[in-house]
C-alpha cells in the first residue's frame, strides 16, 4: 500500500507497467495527474492516442464520455477511468432519447447531425459525424450543403462555428457549466486590472465573453497562442487545469485564470473528481470499466472515424 505521494506516484508507475497501460489525461485534470501521464491533450489529441496506443489498458483521466470514446474507438481493450461519477453537464443536456425523439419528430428535415464530442455514445450512434472544439470550423465546413445541420449539444459552440463559417445551423440548446459561469462583468473586471494582457477564450463561453476575447480557441491550441503570443500577460478563459499545461508549456508568460462574478477561477466539479489515489486504485483493480453494448459501439464509431478521416 503506497504511503506517501512520492510512493504512490512509483506505486502507479509499477502498475502502469505490470498492466501494460498507458495514462491518458485531459487538459482540465489536477496537476499530479497531468504530470504522470503519457499523453495529455484535448479531446481530439486525446481520441487520436486512444486509437494508435499498443497499451492493453487505457486509464483514462477526464470524464466519461471521453473514457467512452476511448472504448468505442478501442474495443478488445480494457478502458478504466478513475471516477465513473465523472459525468458532464453538455453530455447531460442532451440525453439520447430526446434526440432520437426530436430526429423521428423532424424526420423531413433529413438533419446532417454534427455532435460536439462532449455526448454519450448513445447521441455519438446518432450522428453522422463528430467534432471537437479543434476541428469543428472543419467539419462544419465539410458538411453537404443540400442538407440542413443540426448542432448538438452545446449552443455556445455552435454559435461561433456559425460565425467562423457563415453556415446557418439549427443549435441544440446545451452548455457547459463551467464555461457559461464566465461573463461579460467578470471578464472586463480582470481585464481593466490588467489593461497590458490579451485575452484567450474557449469556443464554449457565452457570445458576450468571446466578444471581449483576443482569441477564441480549444485548449490545445490556446498552447501554441500561448507559446507565440507577444504578450507578456495572458487571462486564460477556461477550466483552471488548463493553466497547470499552459505554464509548463509557456513558463515565460504570466498566465492569469479567468474569473467567474462568484470565483478566481473555474474548476469543472466532475473533472476534479479524478485524483492520483484513485488512478492508483483503477489500475490496481482494472475497475471501473467503461462498458457499452456493441451494437451501439458500432454505430458510434462510425461518425467518429469520419471526424479523423475529415480531420487530416
Ligand atoms: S468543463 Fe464543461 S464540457 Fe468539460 S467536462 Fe466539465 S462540464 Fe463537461
Request: with cysteine.
Amino acid at each position: 500500500m503506497a504511503s506517501t505521494a512520492l510512493d504512490l506516484k512509483e506505486d502507479i508507475l509499477r502498475l502502469k507497467k505490470e498492466r501494460n497501460a498507458v495514462i491518458l489525461a485531459h487538459n482540465y485534470q489536477v496537476g499530479p495527474i497531468q504530470d504522470i501521464a503519457d499523453y495529455v491533450g484535448d479531446s481530439l489529441g486525446l481520441a487520436y492516442q486512444a486509437r494508435e496506443t499498443d497499451a492493453e489498458v487505457i486509464a483514462f483521466c477526464g470524464v466519461h464520455f471521453m473514457a467512452e470514446t476511448a472504448k468505442i474507438l478501442n474495443p478488445n481493450k480494457i478502458v478504466v477511468l478513475p471516477d465513473k461519477d465523472a459525468g458532464c453537464s453538455l453530455e447531460e443536456s442532451c440525453p439520447a432519447d430526446k434526440l432520437e425523439a426530436f430526429l423521428i419528430e423532424s424526420k423531413e428535415k433529413n438533419y446532417y447531425v454534427i455532435a460536439y464530442i462532449n455526448c454519450s455514445g448513445g447521441v455519438k450512434a446518432l450522428c453522422d459525424v463528430i467534432c471537437t472544439s479543434g476541428n469543428a470550423v472543419r467539419i462544419v465546413e465539410q458538411a453537404p450543403a443540400d442538407r440542413p445541420i443540426l448542432f448538438v449539444p452545446d449552443a455556445n459552440l455552435g454559435a461561433w462555428v456559425m460565425e467562423q463559417t457563415g453556415r446557418k445551423m439549427d443549435l441544440w440548446k446545451g452548455s457547459c457549466y463551467v464555461h457559461v459561469e464566465f461573463t461579460r462583468d467578470s471578464i472586463q473586471r480582470i481585464k481593466d486590472e490588467h489593461p497590458d494582457a490579451v485575452v484567450v477564450a474557449h469556443p464554449e463561453c457565452t457570445t458576450a465573453v468571446r466578444l471581449l476575447a483576443d482569441e477564441v480557441c480549444s485548449t490545445e491550441k490556446m498552447v501554441h497562442f500561448c507559446k507565440n503570443s507577444p504578450a507578456k500577460n495572458i487571462i486564460v478563459v477556461t477550466e483552471s487545469g488548463m493553466l497547470h499545461r499552459l505554464q509548463k508549456e509557456a513558463p515565460d508568460k504570466n498566465l492569469i485564470p479567468g474569473p467567474t462574478d462568484h470565483c478566481a477561477c473555474a474548476d469543472c466539479r466532475y473533472m476534479k473528481m479524478n485524483t492520483l489515489e484513485k488512478l492508483h486504485a483503477c489500475l490496481d483493480s482494472l475497475e471501473p470499466r467503461v462498458e457499452m453494448p456493441e451494437d451501439i459501439r458500432q454505430r458510434a464509431e462510425a461518425p467518429i472515424l469520419r471526424m479523423l478521416e475529415q480531420s487530416k
